[in-house]
């Protein structure tokens, strides 16, 4: 195993984050027994083409994730993850599969959201957006663009490509230990 001093730079360490970290703050998961996927259809709220059969649907799904997130703290997890960091810069990035920013209110630097952030939107006529706290509607105009009802939550849907892998492979390519924290694995 390299050390810190390793003539290639410091260690690397990839940690690869699932919905299961942030169960403890309150978010539910996925595919647990009783995630959200056993009480939504996920091509109905989770695809390119149910945003565009329902967008009513697809905006209300995720203005109540969007809530439900910003009346959640970060746990144990996230303040040991951004304690690392902050103790041993550069050692180790974060990559996330969820879309909050619990790692980063726990003070994280180093997190790649593979999966986009919900307390983001973009558009889907010009692509431009930002932060979004407030919740979406179909009547939502970009303020772009001046289009209505293509604003959505900047999360990638089944179907899309995740951000960044570009990063994430560098990063694990760099890696010399993986952890996998609250993930089973089974998305892209």
Request: aromatic residues 6%; contains cysteine; glycine residues 10%.
């Amino acid at each position: 195993m390299a050390s810190d001093n390793d003539a290639h730079g410091p260690a690397k360490i990839v940690i690869l984050t699932g919905a299961g970290i942030s169960a403890e703050s309150g978010l539910g998961t996925f595919r647990d027994k009783d995630g959200l996927w056993t009480k939504y259809d996920l091509e109905e709220v989770a695809t390119p083409q149910g945003f565009r059969a329902n967008p009513a649907l697809v905006q209300a799904f995720y203005n109540a994730r969007r809530q439900n997130l910003l009346d959640a703290e970060p746990n144990a997890a996230h303040f040991a993850l951004a304690k690392l960091q902050r103790e041993r810069p550069g050692l180790s990035v974060i990559v996330t599969q969820n879309v909050d920013d619990l790692h980063e209110r726990a003070g994280a630097t180093d997190v790649i959201h593979m999966h986009g952030e919900l307390l983001r939107a973009h558009c889907d006529v010009c692509g431009e957006g930002g932060p979004q706290i407030e919740d979406l509607s179909v009547d939502t105009v970009c303020a772009a663009c001046g289009a209505i009802g293509a604003m959505r939550p900047s999360v990638v849907w089944f179907g899309e490509i995740p951000l960044e892998m570009e990063r994430i492979e560098a990063a694990l390519e760099a890696a010399v230990m993986f952890v996998s924290i609250g993930t089973s694995g089974a998305v892209y």
